[in-house]
């Protein structure tokens, strides 16, 4: 079984139907997804703090599902007290940045106060770099806090190969949600080496399938494989830990 470890939790799918907490435990079981990652479509597009909130209660309510805390470069001090409050908690085994404050995409100068203050907290950052300046600017940041992990979300797009040009960034990984192109897997496995890549499927936005077809339709080896559907993300999130929620808030 394979844990997601990009898995939108909003209340209507990309057609327009209803999803919610329902429709992402209905989708792990019919894609046979052990754990998933969730991430606030409210909190990414609207109210960090209330889409924090609300994905508190979902997470906390079952085994499987797990959160990334979105903080906002435009509210650094309202997010540094969210992350006292919620990253002590094995149900927020993450935080995500989507957005800069000065330019369109998450960058060290506008996350550097954040940053500074997550350094605490030995858990890694989820960075959604959806072209090759996100990339560049992702590990810049790697590259001035290199005691904190990055996820590189969408492995860059449509631009996945400029990933591959840090290979050597050994804070760096890479997540497989982006673009539908097989070789890109079998070039991060070899590029970075398979326990530097985690499966990821940007449900209900895309369709988990395909992501996994291209995994498991790749020449890796079965061991690489592995690491990449499950093993590095129950590793590199310590989810083979129990969760402890009680009297936890956002």
């Known amino acids: 079984m394979a844990i997601d470890i990009r898995v939108n939790f909003c209340q209507f799918d990309a057609l327009g139907r209803q999803f919610g907490a329902d429709g992402v435990l209905k989708s792990m079981q019919k894609y046979n997804i052990e754990t998933a990652v969730l991430l606030s479509s409210v909190a990414v597009n609207c109210d960090f703090a209330l889409g924090n909130k609300e994905l508190f209660e979902v997470v906390k309510s079952d085994d499987r599902l797990f959160g990334y805390l979105i903080v906002n470069p435009n509210y650094p001090e309202e997010s540094i007290r969210m992350m006292r409050s919620a990253m002590n908690s094995r149900k927020f085994p993450a935080a995500a940045f989507f957005q800069g404050a000065t330019r369109p995409y998450p960058n060290v100068d506008d996350y550097r106060e954040i940053l500074n203050a997550y350094r605490r907290y030995t858990k890694p950052v989820y960075v959604e770099t959806t072209h090759a300046e996100a990339v560049d600017a992702a590990v810049q940041m790697a590259r001035e806090f290199p005691t904190i992990k990055f996820i590189l979300g969408s492995m860059g797009g449509g631009d996945w190969k400029r990933a591959m ?63 990449i559907l499950g093993e590095n993300a129950k590793r590199l999130f310590g989810l083979d830990r129990p969760a402890t929620v009680e009297g936890e808030e956002t």
């Open 165 to 227: 040009n840090y290979n050597k960034q050994l804070n760096i990984f890479l997540e497989t949600s982006g673009s539908f192109d097989v070789e890109k897997i079998e070039t991060a496995a070899a590029s970075l080496g398979a326990h530097r890549v985690l499966f990821g499927s940007n449900l209900p936005y895309a369709d988990p399938a395909s992501i996994l077809a291209l995994i498991q339709s790749s020449s890796v080896s079965q061991d690489a494989m592995s690491k």
